[in-house]
C-alpha cells in the first residue's frame, strides 16, 4: 500500500509496516526456542535442543544472528562432511555479509596495514602466519591452500599461468575453489599473502599486481580483486646478484633464499 500511495498516507502506511515489523521481530525473539522446529537431514529438532546439544547460550543476540548461530550449529557436521579443509575462524564469526569485511581487513594487514582482530583470525584460519610476540610472521609453508595453489601454478608449463577458471567454480556471485571450497575472498587473501611472499603475481583485467603492488591492491579492494584472469610467475632476479647486495650491504646472504624474510 505504500508504493501505492504518497504523501500523508504513504507515510502512514510505512509506520504501521515498521510497526508490525517490530511486533513480530519481538515475539519471534521471545518464543523463538519454544514456538519453531529445525529440520535437518530429516530429524526435526527443538532450538532449545539444539542450545542443549551445542552447549550455546542465545542471550543478547539479534533475531538475525540468533537464526545464524542455530543454523551453523545445527548444519556444521554437514558442512565439515562435504568441506572437511575449510578454514575455521575461531574469533570472529563471518557470514556471506560479513565475509567482504573481513577479506579487506585481512588485505590491508598483508599490505602493512593495522593487524586488526578480524584480520588476525583471518590470516591465521588460512594458516598463512602466526603471532610471535607483538609481530605476525607470514609463512606459507603450512598452509594448505597455499600450498595447493602454488601445485597448481607449477603444474602449467613454463611461461603459461593459471586461469581464474582452474581453481574457482560456480556461478557468478556463488565461485567457491574447486579444492577446499573456499570463497574467491578468501582465496584471493591466499593468493596476495603469496604475492607478499613474491612466490606470485595476480593478473587483473587492466593490470597486474605483484609484490610492490601492495598499497594499490588495498586502496582497490577485495570487490574489484576479486575479478582477477590469471595467476603467474613473479620475474625471477639472479640470486647470486641479490647475495652480492645484500653481502656489500653487511646483510646474511642466506636471508635471499629464506622467504620469511622477505
Known sequence: LSLDNSGEAKNTFEKKADEFLRTMNA??????TRALEIQVRGERITPAEVLARHHMA?????????????????????FT??????????????TRDTIQQGADAALRAIAGGPLTRPAQSVLEALKIGR?????????LDDSPYA????????????????????????????????RFGL???????????????????????ARKIDSDDLADAAKLGIVEL???????????LPSDALKALFSGLGLPEAWVDDASKH
Open 27 to 32: 515475539w519471534l525473539r521471545d518464543n523463538l
Open 58 to 78: 542465545l542471550r543478547d543476540l539479534t533475531l538475525r544472528d540468533t537464526v545464524f548461530r542455530l543454523a551453523s550449529a545445527s548444519l556444521g557436521d554437514f
Open 81 to 94: 562432511s562435504r568441506y572437511p579443509e575449510y578454514p575455521r575462524f575461531t574469533t570472529v564469526e563471518f
Open 131 to 139: 603471532i610471535d610476540g607483538s609481530q605476525f610472521i607470514y609463512q
Open 147 to 178: 600450498c595447493w595453489l602454488m601445485e597448481q601454478l607449477e603444474a602449467q608449463p613454463e611461461g603459461k599461468v593459471l586461469n581464474r577458471s582452474a581453481i574457482l567454480q560456480g556461478a557468478l556471485g556463488v565461485e567457491k575453489d574447486s
Open 183 to 205: 570463497e574467491p575472498e578468501w582465496l584471493l587473501i591466499v593468493l596476495l599473502a603469496m604475492v607478499r611472499q613474491k612466490s606470485i603475481t595476480v593478473q587483473l583485467p
Open 226 to 236: 576479486v575479478k582477477f584472469t590469471s595467476v603467474g610467475r613473479p620475474k625471477i
